[in-house]
C-alpha cells in the first residue's frame, strides 16, 4: 500500500500488481489499485483526456479536441 496523491486528492493505493515504486513515480489507479507505472507525459496526456471529458460531459459545445486528447485527430 501507498499514500498516492493525484486529481482527487491524497488516497491509499493497493500496489500489489506492480511493486513498490520510488516516491514521485506515476502510476495509474483505477479503483485504489495501481494498474501500471506510467512517464510523466503519459500521466499529463491522461489528465488532459479526463478534463477533456468532464468538459463534454458539462455540455460544452466549442470542444478544442486537440488540446484535450493530443495526437488523435
Not at 21 to 27: A, D, I, K, N, R
Request: with cysteine.
Amino acid at each position: 500500500m501507498a499514500i498516492c496523491r493525484g486529481r482527487n486528492g491524497e488516497e491509499q493505493v493497493n500496489m500489489m500488481l506492480i511493486g513498490a515504486q520510488p516516491e514521485g513515480s506515476w502510476v495509474l489507479n483505477f479503483l485504489g489499485s495501481a494498474r501500471e507505472v506510467l512517464t510523466e507525459q503519459d500521466a499529463i496526456n491522461i489528465n488532459k483526456a479526463l478534463d477533456g471529458l468532464s468538459v463534454i460531459m458539462s455540455g460544452e459545445e466549442d470542444i478544442d479536441i486537440e488540446h484535450y486528447f493530443p495526437g488523435v485527430t
